[in-house]
């Protein structure tokens, strides 16, 4: 299996902006950015396919999140603009070192996944 190392989260006023990093520590088929809030359910972020570039977000972020990815250094960037309060919580990168069927936005559609980090954001 593969290794994850996810940083960059931290505290932020509203409307401002963090870049959040996972680095995994070998080939990776697809990556995907989760979050959860306090007593709520683990919820979908995005999910990158490496290979081909391939990009879903989820209704909430989008338009304020983007994707990034960098295959020559197993790392894909979740870069988050305008951020809100309600974006607060512990986000984790996930991946799979191959295709696989399912729903990407639920958490066991991946086999990887990272620490996590906290996303704090204030009002």
């Known amino acids: 299996q593969v290794h994850l190392e996810e940083s960059g989260g931290g505290s932020v006023q509203a409307g401002g902006s963090l870049r959040l990093s996972c680095v995994a520590s070998?080939?990776?088929?697809?990556m995907g950015w989760f979050r959860q809030a306090p007593g709520k359910e683990r919820e979908g972020v995005s999910v990158?396919?490496?290979?081909?570039?391939?990009?879903e977000y989820a209704d909430s972020v989008s338009g304020r999140f983007t994707v990034s990815q960098d295959n020559a250094k197993n790392t894909v960037y979740l870069q988050m603009n305008s951020l809100k309060p309600e974006d607060t919580g512990m986000y984790y990168c996930?991946?799979?070192?191959?295709?696989?069927?399912?729903?990407?936005?639920?958490?066991?559609?991946?086999?990887?996944w990272g620490q996590g980090t906290q996303v704090t954001v204030s009002s």
């Open positions: 996930a991946a799979n070192e191959g295709p696989r069927n399912g729903n990407f936005f639920q958490e066991n559609y991946f086999s990887n």
């Open positions: 070998g080939y990776i088929y697809s």
């Open positions: 990158i396919w490496t290979g081909s570039g391939f990009i």
